[in-house]
């Protein structure tokens, strides 16, 4: 944990497959609006998130990677020194939760400990192609994963899904 200012500072690798909602998740956080137009992460953006909590404020500087195989060559420089993770997964998509074990296998390689938060997120569609009852990445043997369904199109500064996320990441950060 670092300190900026008096507010300790955290950073957070976002992973995961292109199209899965990663950016927009961020974004919708810090500005409230929701972006319908898809593109491309190149490399990594860095966004600074900040909360308020009973405890007093708290930054998570969040590495939001490229999900894309041909944006991310440099993916596991942005691993380095990472001390939580969240790794998004599209509930329409089979593909992108395929996926979720090797983004796993990713993170930990380069930062062995990690905590991470598993989000599957446009839970509201109801043509879904991953059922709740097939999600069980989590639930393995020695892995701190935590998993919360979303949905972004509906976040809002307030939205209890995106602040569940990262009261778990705070708690697990200490």
Known sequence: MAQEGDIPTFKCVLVG??????????????????EK?????????????IFHTNRGAIRFN???????????GLRDGYYIQGQ????????TSRVTYKNVPNWHRDLVRVCENIPIVLCGN????????????LIVFH???????????????FLN??????????????????
């Open 157 to 174: 500064y307030k939205h209890i899904h995106i602040l569940n996320n990262f009261s778990v990441l705070r708690h697990i950060c200490k």
């Open 37 to 49: 137009k898809y593109v491309a992460t190149l490399g990594v953006e860095v966004h600074p998130l």
């Open 17 to 34: 497959d292109g199209g899965t909602g990663k950016t927009t998740f961020v974004k919708r956080h810090m500005t409230g609006e929701f």
């Open 122 to 133: 446009k839970a509201d569609i109801k043509d879904r192609k991953v059922k709740a009852k």
């Open 62 to 72: 969040v590495w939001d990677t490229a999900g894309q195989e041909k944006f991310g």
């Open 139 to 153: 639930r393995k043997k020695n892995l701190q994963v935590s998993f919360f369904e979303i949905i972004v199109l």
């Open 84 to 91: 939580c993770a969240i790794i998004m997964f599209d509930v």
